[in-house]
């Protein structure tokens, strides 16, 4: 039971030190603040909504277990029973929706387990092996999948979050204890009903048909991994010439529940006035295995911040009262450990209500990391991941902030980089929420990240301040996208975006592609970028529109163009990844090992398709009338 406190704030603040999973009873607790907080801010609206999912859990009357020894003399090199290594309140170390299995075979190291990492090995020397491989580069389904083709019977996943040339991250980076989700079905969420909401009524076939992984898939620590890893480096993975006995052989038994279990998402709304069918998503995710700055904690203060600061706007003392022109909805995600659940139930709940009228999703999870690992992986102290229509909008935020008096964010804090949406998921394994949107639902996407860390000469933030200014630039976000007139978006970059991504998906098939398809893709881009420049044209002219109906036209034409746009780039990302090995970590592959020819017919289909979708894209001039 976590300690009460007075302040809504302070007691969705408590849960950090604790492991908030999505079937635990602290996510119960959490759940009641976080409706008291949303019912304190007096919106217009309150809901929870349940999803009955297939979550998979260790069998804790059965834990899993991992054995090496030597193949020669039977010694033992490392003995580890999951359960005894288990905090007090804690999961432990668990890949979850790997199947259930006992496995033996010789050990193998394979790097991060990418295509690349397969191509120096022939492949009739790794059946009835057991691999071991790093986290990182791309997605742990694509991981499992790629040992899968490749004739493994099992794999050991050890976590190396930052990346690092060298072999392995130090031990404090992971631990036995970490515990992963393991996702093997195309569209995300719950696997036993992809595509469809797991809500009542939607028909779930039998456990038996589910799509899940093959072979058994377990987390171990750095630790474990590094002695295994030193007998491979020592030259000592292979007995003496003229034995056939492989020397490091694994005994790899787990032991995991298929079980439905309830996840909730919380949705507060506050209706617009006059565009109330258009909506800004506001989200965090509540669940995750870790503690700490990791969890899913920072964010939801976040969350409550920002709503709490829309809600005082709401209800301040006005001759009139404030309304927002659109609507507005604060979302806390349930099921995030097991793969997003509640975002991607929720997008395929209503990505046919909503499409082209979700205006952007500003995500809250992570709002904070360490310097170093921040400066390595996006540059500054503040991170802006979002897509290229907005750009422009966040940086202006950005400085509008960093002038107001009596900031108390040290000046060389006010940095700012914008990018494509990518991965900032809690663990290097998880598909990130850009993806999932970008998949189901097409719309702008925003993720805010401050280092947390002090510099050298102590004037970074700290931990408290990172998520203070993330909560105050993503409020300001809010309700600029909710109240202004035509939308802040540069259509010009998505597109210059888009046309980029396509011509680089033509370099890179150049001599598989016909030079008639190349030569129509090209004609076609360039229609898109004439398209594209005149009506930003027509919106400069425009700027001021009195009437709401023009208003309205004119950022439908946007939120179509943006969708469409975002479309194609998931597509081109998909066949990029799908026929160019993928190392997009935030891309979901289905199948790396199919036949080269097939794969070659498959390709010009894709190619085929994507070339149809670019010369559908109509004028965005027509489309604002």
């Known amino acids: 039971m976590v300690p009460k406190k007075e302040a809504a704030l302070e007691r969705v603040t408590v849960f950090t030190d604790y492991q908030v999973h999505s079937v635990s009873d602290l996510d119960l607790e959490l759940v009641v603040e976080l409706q008291e907080h949303f019912n304190s801010c007096r919106f217009d609206d309150l809901s929870v909504e349940h999803y009955k999912t297939l979550i998979s859990l260790p069998d804790r009357q059965r834990p899993s277990r991992l054995l090496a020894f030597d193949g020669i003399t039977n010694q033992t090199i490392v003995e580890t029973d999951f359960k005894s290594l288990t905090f007090a309140g804690r999961l432990p170390g668990f890949v979850a929706y790997s199947p259930n299995a006992s496995v033996e075979g010789e050990l193998i190291y394979l790097n991060r387990g990418t295509l690349d990492d397969y191509s120096d090995k022939a492949s009739n020397g790794l059946k009835g092996k057991i691999g071991l491989v790093r986290t990182g580069q791309t997605t742990l389904e694509e991981k499992v999948h790629l040992a899968e083709c490749h004739g493994l019977i099992g794999l050991l996943v050890v976590e190396d979050s930052q990346e690092l040339h060298r072999p392995l991250a130090t031990s404090q980076l992971c631990s036995d204890v970490t515990p992963y989700a393991l996702f093997h079905v195309l569209p995300g969420g719950d696997p036993s009903t992809p595509y469809f909401p797991s809500i009542a009524g939607t028909w779930r076939p039998p456990l038996s048909e589910v799509k899940l992984p093959k072979i058994p898939v377990q987390t171990v620590s750095c630790e474990t991994a590094k002695v295994l890893l030193n007998r491979l480096d020592l030259g000592t993975a292979r007995s003496p010439e003229g034995l056939d006995t492989p020397v490091t052989i694994v005994q790899l038994e787990v032991n995991n529940q298929l079980l439905y279990k309830p996840i909730q998402n919380i949705i507060a709304t506050l209706y617009g006035d006059r565009d109330s069918d258009f909506s800004i998503l506001v989200g965090a995710s509540r669940n995750s295995f870790d503690t700490g700055s990791s969890s899913g904690i920072p964010g939801t203060e976040v969350l409550t911040r920002v709503s709490s600061a829309v809600s005082r706007l709401f209800h301040k003392e006005h001759d009139s009262q404030w309304i927002p022109r659109r609507t507005i909805r604060f979302v806390s995600w349930g099921g995030a450990d097991f793969g997003y659940l509640g975002l991607t139930e929720f997008l395929e709940k209503y990505h046919d209500i909503w499409r082209n009228k979700l205006i952007a999703y500003i995500d809250l999870d992570s709002p904070s990391k360490g310097r170093k690992q921040l400066e390595s992986d996006l540059g500054d102290h503040i991170a802006a991941t979002s897509s290229a229509s907005v750009e422009v909008l966040i940086n202006l935020i950005i400085k509008q902030l960093q002038n107001r008096e009596g900031s108390s964010i040290p000046e060389h804090v006010w940095q700012s980089v914008a990018r494509k949406p990518s991965a900032n998921s809690h663990h290097p394994a998880d598909i990130c929420p850009a993806t999932l949107l970008r998949k189901h639902l ?72 016909p030079n008639v398809t190349i030569g129509t893709f090209h004609g076609q881009l360039k229609r898109l970028r004439k398209s594209t420049m005149d009506f930003e044209d027509y919106i400069r002219r425009h700027l001021e529109f009195e009437r709401s109906e023009d208003v309205r036209m004119v950022n439908s034409a946007l939120l179509q163009f943006e969708a469409e746009m975002t479309s194609i780039q998931v597509e081109v990302a998909r066949i990029q990844a799908q026929h160019k090995k993928g190392h997009n970590q935030c891309v979901i592959v289905t199948d790396l090992c199919a036949n080269s020819t097939n794969q070659e017919v498959q390709l010009m289909t894709d190619i085929s398709a994507l070339l149809s979708r670019v010369t559908a894209v109509p004028k965005v001039t027509d489309l604002a009338g």
Do not use: W
């Not at 925003?446 to 200014?469: I, R």
């Open 442 to 513: 097409p719309a702008s996407y925003v993720h805010l990240q401050v280092s947390e860390v002090s510099d050298d000469a102590g004037t970074g933030p700290t931990e408290s301040e990172s998520n203070y200014l993330v909560a105050q630039i993503a409020s300001l976000l809010t309700l600029t996208l909710a109240d202004s007139g035509v939308f802040h978006f540069q259509v010009h970059r998505t597109a210059h975006e888009t046309i980029s991504d396509v011509n680089k998906l033509i370099n890179n098939f150049s001599g598989v592609i």
